[in-house]
C-alpha cells in the first residue's frame, strides 16, 4: 500500500519544466509529501494517494510551473522599497513628497524613500528646499532608483556634509542643493544601516513580496549586513518562505573561510553560496570596462571598480578554498578578465554577473566553459532603440549586447534574475522573449527554464529545485493563465506560491 500524500494539488496544467518541455502540460496533479514532491501525475493517477488527511487543493485548470528562482538579487533593498517610502511611481516632486511625508507619520527618526527617477518629469532632481517642506527637525533622504544618487534636506546636511567627499556633494552659488552623489552616500548608509531587529523587517518585506511574485528561492548578495544571522534565525524559527542562497562579499572572504564555511552549507531552506566581486562599474555611469571607448565618451573606456591583478588572485585563492565564485563582469574587457582567470581554475561552476557586453569570442569561451552567466533579463530595457545602450554604447554594441538567444545555442549555461530592477520573474521572461533581435532573445520555454533550472544549477540544486519532477522539494508556482499562449507575460497573474509543500501566498479569487 502506497503511503497517503500530505496535499495534493490537482486540476492544474502541469508543466514541468525539464528539459523535454514542449508547451503543453504533461500532467494534471501533484502529490506532497514531508515537503517534497512524490508523484506527477493525470488527476485520476494521483487521487490514489488521497488519503484521510490528505488535503487536496483544487486549481481549477491554472498553469502550475515550478517555482521561480531569482539568481542575483539584494533582498535587504527589496525590503527598502517595500517598508520605507517607494517613491518608483512619483509622477512628479510632489509626489514624492506626499510619499515621504505619508512615511514620516509612520516612522521615527529617519524619514527615507527609494528609487525616484527625475526623468519622469523633466530631470529635476529633488532638492533640499523641497525635502525640507517634508521636515526641518528629522533627517530625510530619498533615494534615486540607481543608489548613486540621493536628495538629502537641510538636517543631513548640518548633521553630514564634513564627512562626505566635497566633490560629491552638488552645490548652487556655493550653497549644497541638496544632491550627493557617490562615496557622500557612504556616511548616509551607515547611519542609517538597520541593525538585526530593521533587518528582519526588511527581511520579512521582502520574502513575502518576493513569494507574491512566484519567487521560491534568491541568491542574495550581501556585504557587512546582519542578513546571514537573520536568515538564519528565520530559519530556526520557521518563518523562511524562500529559499535562501547567501553570496558573501569578498571583504568576507577571510572569516567565511576561518568561520569554516564552503559553499553549499547549510540548511534546506539556508545556504551558502559563493564569494562575490565587483570588477568593473555600470554602462549608466559610463564605468563598464570595455575594449572600445564609449561612443558618447571618446577616449573614455570604463574603469575597474577593483583591478584585474587583485580578481585573478581572489578567484585564485577562492577557487583553491573551494568556493563557488561569482563576479560582476559588464563590459567586454571585464568579462574578458574574468574567462581569462577562470579558465586557469579546474571551473567548478563559477558564475559571471550580468555578462552584458559580448564579442563573439567571448560567447564561445563562455560555451565552452563550465561557467553560469548570471544574466538579468529586464536590462532589456535598456537595450531597446533609443534606449540607455544608444546613446553610450552605440547600436552595433546595443544590438549585440546581452544576446540570451546566441548563448544559448552555443551551449551557455544561463541563469536568470533581477537585481531588483524590477524584482518580477515575469517581466522578465516577457523582455527575454519579446527582445530588441533574434540574438538576445529566447523562446517562452528557455526564458523560464533559465528563471527555474538555470537559477537551480548556478545554486548546485539542479538534484531537488528547478523543475516539477517526483523527489524535487515542492516549490511551485501557480499562474491564472499560461505563459505559452499569453500575449502579455508580464501581466499574468500569480495565484499562488508553495515553498515545501506549503502554500506562502494565494490570490485566488
Ligand atoms: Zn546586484
Keep these: 500500500m502506497t503511503q497517503a500524500a500530505d496535499r495534493i494539488f490537482t486540476n492544474a496544467a502541469v508543466h514541468p519544466l525539464t528539459a523535454e518541455e514542449t508547451g503543453e502540460p504533461t500532467a494534471e496533479a501533484v502529490a506532497v509529501r514531508d515537503g517534497s514532491i512524490v508523484r506527477v501525475d493525470s488527476a485520476y493517477e494521483v487521487e490514489f494517494l488521497n488519503g484521510v488527511e490528505t488535503?487536496?487543493?483544487?486549481?481549477?485548470?491554472?498553469?502550475?510551473?515550478?517555482?521561480?528562482?531569482?539568481?542575483?538579487?539584494h533582498m535587504d533593498i527589496v525590503g527598502k522599497y517595500a517598508t520605507e517610502a517607494d517613491l518608483s511611481e512619483a509622477d512628479d516632486p510632489t509626489d514624492c513628497l506626499d510619499l515621504l511625508a505619508a512615511q514620516r507619520e509612520e516612522s521615527e527618526g529617519w524619514v527615507l524613500g527609494f528609487g525616484y527617477d527625475e526623468s519622469a518629469w523633466g530631470g529635476e532632481y529633488l532638492t533640499r528646499d523641497q525635502l525640507d517642506s517634508v521636515s526641518t527637525d528629522r533627517p530625510v533622504v530619498a533615494y534615486r532608483e540607481d543608489l548613486h544618487l540621493a536628495s538629502v534636506n537641510s538636517v543631513v546636511l548640518e548633521a553630514y556634509v564634513d564627512q562626505m567627499p566635497a566633490e560629491d556633494v552638488r552645490k548652487a552659488d556655493g550653497e549644497p542643493t541638496g544632491v550627493v552623489v557617490e562615496d557622500a552616500l557612504d556616511v548616509l548608509r551607515e547611519e542609517t544601516a538597520p541593525d538585526p531587529e530593521g533587518m528582519r523587517e526588511y527581511l520579512l518585506a521582502a520574502q513575502a513580496e518576493a513569494n507574491s511574485l512566484g519567487i521560491t528561492g534568491v541568491h542574495d548578495m550581501v556585504r557587512n549586513s546582519p542578513a546571514p544571522r537573520v536568515y538564519r534565525e528565520l530559519d530556526q524559527a520557521d518563518e523562511l518562505s524562500v529559499r535562501v542562497r547567501i553570496n558573501y562579499w569578498?571583504?568576507?572572504?577571510?572569516?567565511?573561510?576561518?568561520?569554516?564555511?564552503?559553499?553549499?552549507?547549510?540548511?534546506?531552506?539556508?545556504?551558502v553560496g559563493g564569494i562575490k566581486t565587483f570588477t568593473d562599474g555600470s554602462i549608466g555611469g559610463r564605468t563598464a570596462k570595455l575594449s572600445t571607448p564609449y561612443a558618447d565618451a571618446p577616449g573614455e573606456d570604463g574603469s575597474w571598480v577593483v583591478d584585474p591583478e587583485t580578481v585573478q588572485d581572489l578567484i585564485e585563492r577562492v577557487d583553491d578554498a573551494g568556493l563557488q565564485m561569482t563576479v560582476h563582469a559588464i563590459g567586454d574587457s571585464a568579462i574578458e578578465t574574468t574567462l581569462d582567470a577562470y579558465e586557469a581554475t579546474d571551473g567548478q561552476r563559477h558564475r559571471i554577473e550580468h555578462a552584458e557586453i559580448l564579442r563573439d569570442d567571448l560567447i564561445d569561451r563562455l560555451a565552452d566553459e563550465d561557467v553560469v552567466v548570471s544574466a538579468q533579463p529586464n536590462?532589456?530595457?535598456?537595450?531597446?532603440e533609443g534606449g540607455l545602450y544608444t546613446d553610450r554604447i552605440g547600436d552595433q554594441r546595443r544590438e549585440d549586447s546581452n544576446r540570451f538567444g546566441t548563448l544559448l545555442e552555443s551551449g551557455a549555461t544561463l541563469a536568470?534574475?533581477?537585481?531588483?530592477?524590477?524584482?518580477?520573474?515575469?517581466?522578465?521572461v516577457a523582455q527575454a522573449v519579446d527582445a530588441p533581435t533574434q540574438a538576445q532573445s529566447l523562446s517562452v520555454t528557455e526564458a523560464l527554464r533559465a528563471y527555474t533550472a538555470g537559477g537551480a544549477y548556478a545554486g548546485f540544486d539542479e538534484d531537488r529545485l528547478g523543475t516539477v519532477e517526483a523527489g524535487h522539494c515542492a516549490d511551485f508556482v501557480v499562474l491564472e493563465e499560461s505563459p505559452w499562449e499569453s500575449d502579455d507575460i508580464a501581466g499574468i497573474d500569480v495565484s499562488m506560491t508553495v515553498v515545501g509543500g506549503e502554500t506562502v501566498y494565494d490570490d485566488r479569487g
Design 250 to 271: 569578498r571583504d568576507h572572504f577571510d572569516a567565511v573561510i576561518e568561520t569554516g564555511l564552503r559553499t553549499n552549507h547549510g540548511t534546506d531552506r539556508v545556504r
Design 55 to 73: 488535503e487536496v487543493i483544487d486549481l481549477e485548470g491554472r498553469t502550475l510551473l515550478p517555482g521561480f528562482i531569482d539568481a542575483h538579487t
Design 379 to 384: 536590462f532589456l530595457k535598456w537595450a531597446r
Design 416 to 428: 536568470f534574475g533581477s537585481d531588483c530592477m524590477p524584482m518580477d520573474p515575469l517581466f522578465g
